[in-house]
C-alpha cells in the first residue's frame, strides 16, 4: 500500500514539475534558485500529507503552500550573491529573443511587487485561478486578496509602461 502511495506521488512530481517549476518562478520573481527550493521544500510538505491530500486537489495543496512560503521567506533580508556564469548578451534589433526579453522583463516588473501582491497577480491572472480560490491560498477574506491583485496591477502596468522605445 505504502509503494503504492509512493508511485502516485511520483507521478504526480513527474507530471506536474514544470508547471509547478514556472508558478514558484514567478512567485520569487524569476530567481531559478529561490523557485527550486520553495518547490522542493512545497513538495516535502506535501510528501508528508500525501495520504490525506492525494485523492483531492493535490495541486491547489502545492500552489497554497507555494503562495504562502514565498510571500513568508521574500520577508527575509538577505538572499546572498546571485552568480552568474556568462554575462548576458543585449538583443538585437528584429532578433528572436525579444520574446525571451519581454517575458524577463515582465519577471523583473513581478519582482518589484510585494511578495502578497505578486502571489495574487499570479495566482489570479497566470493560474486563472478564482477570486475565492486566491483568497484561501494566501490565507485572507477575498476583499483583500481583490485587492492585493488590483493593486499589483495597477503597479504592473505604471513599471511597464515606463519603456524606452529603440532608435532605429
Known amino acids: 500500500m505504502e509503494q503504492a502511495r509512493a508511485g502516485e506521488y511520483d507521478a504526480f512530481v513527474a ?59 521574500a520577508r527575509r533580508r538577505w538572499w546572498g550573491e546571485r552568480p552568474v556564469e556568462e554575462l548576458p548578451e543585449t ?14 522583463r515582465l519577471e523583473a516588473a513581478l519582482a518589484r511587487l510585494t511578495p502578497r501582491q505578486r502571489a495574487a497577480v499570479v495566482l489570479r491572472y497566470y493560474q486563472d485561478l478564482p477570486d475565492r480560490q486566491v483568497a484561501e491560498a494566501l490565507g485572507c477574506p ?20 515606463d519603456v524606452i522605445e529603440p532608435v532605429g
Open 15 to 73: 507530471a506536474r514539475w514544470s508547471v509547478l517549476f514556472h508558478l514558484a518562478r514567478l512567485l520569487t520573481g524569476g530567481d531559478r534558485h529561490r523557485a527550486e527550493d520553495l518547490l522542493q521544500e512545497s513538495l516535502v510538505k506535501l510528501w508528508f500529507v500525501w495520504p490525506k491530500v492525494a485523492d483531492e486537489a493535490p495541486e491547489a495543496y502545492v500552489r497554497k503552500v507555494l503562495a504562502r512560503s514565498a510571500a513568508r521567506s
Open 91 to 104: 538583443a538585437a534589433a528584429g532578433d528572436l529573443s525579444a520574446t525571451v526579453a519581454e517575458r524577463s
Open 142 to 161: 477575498v476583499g483583500t486578496a481583490r485587492s492585493h491583485a488590483a493593486r499589483g496591477v495597477a503597479r504592473l502596468r505604471r513599471l511597464l509602461a
